[in-house]
């Protein structure tokens, strides 16, 4: 039986609560909100026809986006651990090759025309957000430069405060420790923008989970 788009997008939601009840993400104890990170040369230009956060799947296309499917979710909270709802949650990032949907990126590994790129949604009343995507690859900026695998967010609150920042991947940690960008936020407090992929059977696919305190 074919499932529709939009119940395959509250599947997504659906399965994700058992994750988002889990306990916040360890802090350490001088700061315990989400480094802010740069909004970087590729947030979109022209956003796609389909906005949405299944990333995996665009509208009208027969074929899904290469690489690995994985779900990233969590929630959106204060300083002072108070869940916010009706927060904007937009992430982006690069195809499984490496290279953003974007005019000015120079990569010349081949774009998945399959892969949606950007998307968006909001919490819910809980502050949980959830998103389908795959896992991207890493890139080259210089000679000596490699950027390990990352997602971009922007956090837009209900009173148009904005926040940005990125997530990566525990299983990249070689890129990850050479890496400028992250290197820049305290050693401390990398980890709280660093998510483990763990496997879910339900779901067929590896979960990431990313708590983002403002």
């Known amino acids: 039986m074919m499932i529709s788009r939009r119940d395959s997008l509250k599947q997504i939601k659906r399965l994700a609560i058992p994750y988002l009840t889990l306990p916040l993400i360890a802090v350490v104890k ?29 509208k009208d296309h027969k074929k899904e986006a290469l690489g690995e499917k994985i779900m990233i979710l969590g929630k959106v909270l204060t300083s002072n651990y108070q869940r916010i709802k009706n927060a904007k949650v937009e992430i982006w990032q690069a195809c499984s090759s490496g290279r953003y949907n974007h005019e000015y990126d120079p990569n010349q590994a081949p774009i998945d025309p399959n892969f949606q790129g950007w998307g968006w949604t909001k919490t819910d009343t809980k502050g949980y957000y959830a998103f389908k995507t795959i ?68 779901l067929k696919m590896r979960v990431g989970q990313f708590n983002i305190m403002l």
């Open 30 to 58: 001088t700061d315990n909100s989400t480094p802010q990170q740069t909004l970087g040369p590729f947030y979109p230009l022209i956003f796609p026809l389909d906005e949405d956060n299944d990333l995996t799947w665009v």
């Open 135 to 202: 896992k991207p690859g890493g890139y080259p900026v210089t000679k000596n430069w490699k950027r390990p695998p990352h997602i971009h967010f922007k956090i837009t609150q209900p009173n148009g405060k904005e926040f940005i920042t990125q997530l990566y991947f525990s299983e990249e940690e070689e890129l990850n420790q050479k890496d400028k960008i992250l290197q820049r936020i305290p050693k401390p407090q990398q980890s709280l923008v660093i998510t483990e992929l763990v496997k879910d059977e339900s």
